[in-house]
């Protein structure tokens, strides 16, 4: 979470921008920007996501229409609203809970995240991507950046960032590169077996810190599971329901066989300590959050864009 700059809105649609979620100096990329915001009654506090400069606002908002369709997918960003600022373009909003981009956990962690949590986190992604595999849509989103780790499991966000960025253009989309997979890179359409190759890049990030790592570099229970995830070929890799079972029965083997289920709707892989201080440490600061005062105009000078001068004050 950042201080907001000279060059981010104050304003979208009825939500006053308190942060950037993003850290905008040396962070890894990302298809939208994301705020915290609050509205300007006080009323209600969300994760607001805008296009990245340069995108297409009409595919954009098009993927932000798809992103709210698929919202009730577990796993998946809770997007309530959407809406089209006069200056500010497309947005899209979620009810906001304490979250960390993955490359933050990380940051916050100080190295790469523990197996058992990072399988954890593979199932439940997995298990996102089956379902909205299941009817018919391809995610097209994934990268480390995008993905979110809340106390109460993984969030994505950046759908359809492939698409958005136009047919042969997914090295245009804002994510990651090495996250994109070569059939996408060389104007393939996004498919579910993308999202896999994408997912195995994140698993990668999670455990390594490096998104594409020589096989050895893996841990040793995601090896197989990632290294399929990223062969270039699609049809070697598996599919995302595969996927979830595959890092399922290693998480269980990883813990001597305790839990089966390694996810049934909740997280239960206690989040590393400094990742939970830092979500901790986030909602304390968006709790203590005030909406800026808007300064009022000097007599005799110009108010806010738009508005008259008010009149000087009679010292009669």
Do not use: K
Not at 94 to 99: I, L
Not at 186 to 215: F, I, K, Q, W
Not at 217 to 233: F, K, M, N, Q, Y
Request: glycine content about 12%.
């Amino acid at each position: 979470m950042e201080h907001l700059r000279h060059d981010d809105p104050a304003r979208v649609g009825p939500y006053v921008l308190l942060a950037a979620l993003d850290a905008r100096d040396g962070g890894r990329p990302g298809p939208d920007r994301r705020y915290l915001a609050r509205r300007a009654d006080g009323d209600g506090t969300v994760l607001l996501c805008l296009p990245r400069p340069g995108a297409d606002p009409a595919r954009w908002s098009a993927e932000a229409r798809g992103a709210l369709r698929l919202s009730s997918i577990p796993g998946f960003l809770p997007v309530h609203e959407s809406g089209h600022d006069p200056s500010g373009g497309p947005w899209y909003a979620a009810p906001y809970t304490p979250a960390l981009p993955l490359p933050a956990a990380l940051a916050a962690h100080r190295g790469p995240l523990p197996v058992a949590f990072v399988l954890a986190l593979g199932v439940a992604l997995a298990r996102s991507l089956a379902a909205a595999h299941a009817v018919g849509a391809a995610h097209a989103g994934i990268c480390p950046a995008t993905v979110l780790i809340t106390s109460d499991g993984p969030r994505t966000t950046g759908f359809g960032a492939v698409r958005a960025a136009g047919p042969g253009a997914a090295a245009d989309s804002g994510l990651e590169p090495a996250s994109i997979a070569p059939e996408q890179l060389t104007g393939g359409l996004p498919r579910p077996l993308g999202d896999v190759y994408a997912l195995g890049t994140v698993l990668a990030y999670a455990s390594t810190g490096h998104t594409v790592p020589e096989s050895a570099e893996l841990p040793l229970p995601l090896r197989t599971a990632v290294s399929g995830c990223l062969a270039r070929d699609p049809a070697a890799r598996p599919d995302a329901a595969r996927l979830a079972a595959e890092l399922a029965e290693a998480g269980a083997a990883t813990r001597g066989g305790a839990g089966a289920t390694v996810l049934d709707g909740v997280f239960p892989v206690p989040l590393p300590a400094r990742v939970a201080a830092e979500l901790v440490r986030q909602s304390a600061e968006m709790l203590a959050a005030e909406l800026p005062v808007p300064e009022e105009p000097v007599p005799g000078m110009p108010g806010p864009a738009g508005s008259p001068a008010l009149p000087a004050t009679d010292r009669g």
